[in-house]
């Protein structure tokens, strides 16, 4: 029978185990030797662990008082040109939230203000159900603060909601706005790139000589072995977190996620769970030999990437003429799902050369459809949304999952999660009515073990 790459790599990893129990001390003395290498390199200053640098984010806790000074400089701002006895109390909701948090911030600011500036309260309180978190800001290297500070504020006027007064329309009522809150926030943010910056790191494997086939090991015993092994479907055994489960998680820096090496994508940063992407890059290399190129485009996203796409569909003219709030997820949930929802967030799903069903039914995304279904499973993943299905979403072709772990992910799901967790986007109130949970949660075809 034909095996993976994957297979094979199992049945040389079960040998290895014996061959190199028969190396007695030599594997302590490179041990020994590796130490005092290691020794050295502290020594000199030099670092030892096994990480490359491919980049860098900004912590969550510098983010908390960038967005407080963005929300101070906003309404430093608006309150510019009102009376006196206001302006007093604005200074005194300043000297209170120095450094402080942005809904401490919030607090004083109503309590300062008591009540006279409703627009500004609005505006706050919708800067701080936005947010700002570190898998929004993803830099090659440490950019200056104005980067930042730009990239927040673009940030926070694309996800405009449609209530009355948004920090978007008060950027855009006067000219100047926006340059007077970057100055504003630029003359007060203490910016130390030292503390505030933190690397993205590539993990790179230790040499390990356990893993090392013995020169015994010749392609006919490889193949002769390969013939006995299959790929194990089973579930795992990891118990998951109900932030994992939402995507309330920093793929950064996620103990359990990694890095897609950029020969797998379209040159965007992507990450998956670590089985998930060993997986794919073994069925993208053999696919690789067969001509075939098999490119990820999107892969693990978090809820608030997710909530992104969802508020945008939702303010788009195109599904306001659902008039209905019912009725318009269900016009969004036909290809984009509610965050909270997604299966994307548990990073074992890819979008896989295209995001349109008619692209693989002719020429090279025919070719690469053909490829994935007759070869996928040798790898464990599986194409959730087919057609045919009665519930859920519609078709995706593009869209294959790593189900051995989406699989016990989803049993996790739905013994963890229920509607009072899918909340903090516009519509979430909709869950329910739709059967966000039973319908598209679970509106997949069957398991590639079923």
Avoid at 33 to 57: F, H, N, R
Avoid at 124 to 148: A, K, M, R
Avoid at 392 to 397: D, L, Q, R
Wanted: hydrophobic share 35%; with cysteine.
């Amino acid at each position: 029978m034909k095996c993976s790459k994957f297979s094979i790599i199992t049945a040389i990893l079960l040998l290895s185990t014996f061959l190199f129990a028969c190396k007695g001390d030599k594997t302590e003395k490179k041990s020994e030797e590796k130490s005092e290498s290691q020794g050295v390199a502290l020594a000199e200053g030099k670092p030892v662990d096994q990480k490359i640098i491919v980049g860098y984010t900004v912590n969550q806790e510098a983010l908390n008082q960038l967005l407080t000074s963005i929300m101070m400089g906003m309404n430093e701002v608006s309150l510019s040109t009102v009376n006196e006895e206001a302006q007093a109390r604005w200074e005194n909701v300043k000297a209170l939230c120095d450094r402080c948090s942005p809904t401490d911030f919030e607090e004083a600011f109503k309590d300062g203000l008591k009540g006279e500036f409703s627009a500004n309260e609005e505006v706050n309180q919708y800067l701080i159900e936005i947010g700002l978190s570190p898998n929004l800001f993803s830099y090659s290297e440490q950019v200056d603060f104005l980067t930042i500070l730009s990239d927040a504020i673009d940030y926070l006027g694309r996800n405009r909601n449609r209530s009355a007064w948004t920090f978007y329309k008060f950027l855009k009522k006067y000219e100047g706005r926006r340059d007077a809150v970057i100055q504003y926030v630029n003359s007060n943010f203490m910016w130390d790139p030292a503390s505030m910056f933190q690397p993205l790191y590539e993990e790179v494997p230790t040499e390990d000589e356990s893993l090392l086939v013995d020169s015994m090991m010749t392609d006919d015993s490889i193949s002769e072995v390969a013939n006995i092994v299959t790929i194990d479907l089973s579930a795992v055994t990891t118990t998951f977190t109900l932030d994992e489960l939402l995507g309330q998680v920093n793929y950064h820096t996620h103990e359990n996620f990694v890095l897609l090496d950029k020969k797998y994508t379209e040159g965007r940063n992507q990450y998956l769970c670590k089985d998930a992407a060993q997986a794919f890059a073994l069925m993208a290399d053999d696919a690789a030999s067969s001509d075939i190129n098999l490119k990820a485009l999107s892969c693990a996203r978090s809820f608030s990437t997710q909530r992104a796409i969802w508020e945008n569909k939702w303010q788009r003219e195109d599904y306001i003429e659902f008039d209905s709030g019912p009725q318009r997820c269900r016009a969004i949930l036909e290809y984009s799902s509610m965050p909270g929802t997604s299966r994307h967030h548990w990073g074992t799903e890819i979008d896989i050369h295209s995001l349109d069903n008619s692209v693989f039914e002719k020429g090279e995304g025919l070719r690469i459809y053909q490829w994935l279904t007759q070869h996928a499973a040798d790898y464990g993943f599986y194409q959730p949304y087919t057609a045919g299905r009665n519930r859920g979403y519609e078709e995706e072709k593009w869209h294959w999952s790593y189900y051995p772990v989406s699989g016990p992910m989803l049993e996790q799901y739905n013994a963890q999660v229920s509607y009072s967790n899918i909340n903090g986007f516009i519509g979430s109130g909709f869950a329910s009515a739709v059967g966000a949970i039973e319908n598209y949660v679970n509106g997949i075809a069957p398991s590639p073990a079923q």
